[in-house]
């Protein structure tokens, strides 16, 4: 079993609808998780960090459910400028330490058409 | 310069032969990061180093590979005996010590690897 593991879709929406990426981790000592956005042959990007109480930023809510070990990033009002691979991404706690080792998820490749 | 710089940007090279990336993290970061992109993947952790100490290798950097990062600032990844598989993206990060060590956590635009 992957230790993140994303829908990699793709996920085809006109502009302006709503489309949700979920995401599950298999490490339960994980500590920090990211969503990353990838554009195409281009590095990732860090699009926003997810907390346990939830999180938005403008268009864009990340949540995490600890319990469950799933992440979920939800995007309203979708743009054109919004077409890229989205990457689950999750910061482990190795023997109490963690340095900033992320393992990623496979990603999500979302396209928005007109 | 504000990031991550990777050079060369594209290398091809024919199977069996040695490669040198490098990688210049941020100033003032102590981490660096070294990680792999394989087309419909998301990137794998390869290596990392605090300072010039080389604390982490995967199982993914086999006997050809090797990194250094002599005097804790620039680092190179190095490919001896190339073969078809090595063919990927090959992504540098740095970041400095904070929560979770993810403190201004910056990719490089990376090196893309063809061997032909």
């Known amino acids: 079993r992957k230790e993140v593991e994303q829908d990699p879709g793709p996920f085809n929406v006109p502009e302006g609808a709503t489309v949700a990426f979920n995401c599950t981790y298999s490490n339960s000592a994980s500590q920090s998780f990211f969503w990353y956005r990838q554009d195409c042959r281009k590095e990732p990007k860090l699009l926003m960090s997810v907390y346990s109480s939830g999180n938005e930023d403008g268009r864009f809510t990340a949540q995490l459910n600890r319990a469950s070990q799933y992440i979920s990033l939800l995007i309203r009002d979708s743009k054109l400028s919004d077409s890229a691979t989205y990457l689950c991404?999750?910061?482990?706690?190795?023997?109490?330490?963690?340095?900033?080792?992320?393992?990623f998820g496979q990603g999500t490749i979302l396209t928005v058409h007109p | 310069d504000t990031g991550v710089s990777q050079n060369p940007r594209h290398k091809i090279t024919k199977r069996g032969q040695n490669v040198t990336f490098r990688c210049d993290p941020i100033?003032?970061?102590?981490?660096l990061y070294w990680y792999r992109q394989t087309l419909g993947q998301g990137p794998e952790f390869l290596t990392y180093f605090q300072n010039e100490a080389q604390l982490e290798k995967s199982r993914l950097l086999s006997d050809r590979f090797s990194a250094e990062r002599p005097k804790g600032s620039f680092s190179t990844l190095e490919i001896q005996r190339t073969e078809q598989g090595d063919s990927a993206m090959y992504l540098c990060a740095s970041s400095a010590r904070g929560t979770g060590g993810t403190y201004g956590y910056t990719f490089g635009s990376g090196t893309r690897l063809t061997v032909v």
């Open positions: 991404v999750v910061n482990f706690n190795a023997g109490g330490t963690s340095y900033g080792k992320l393992t």
């Open positions: 100033s003032e970061h102590n981490r």
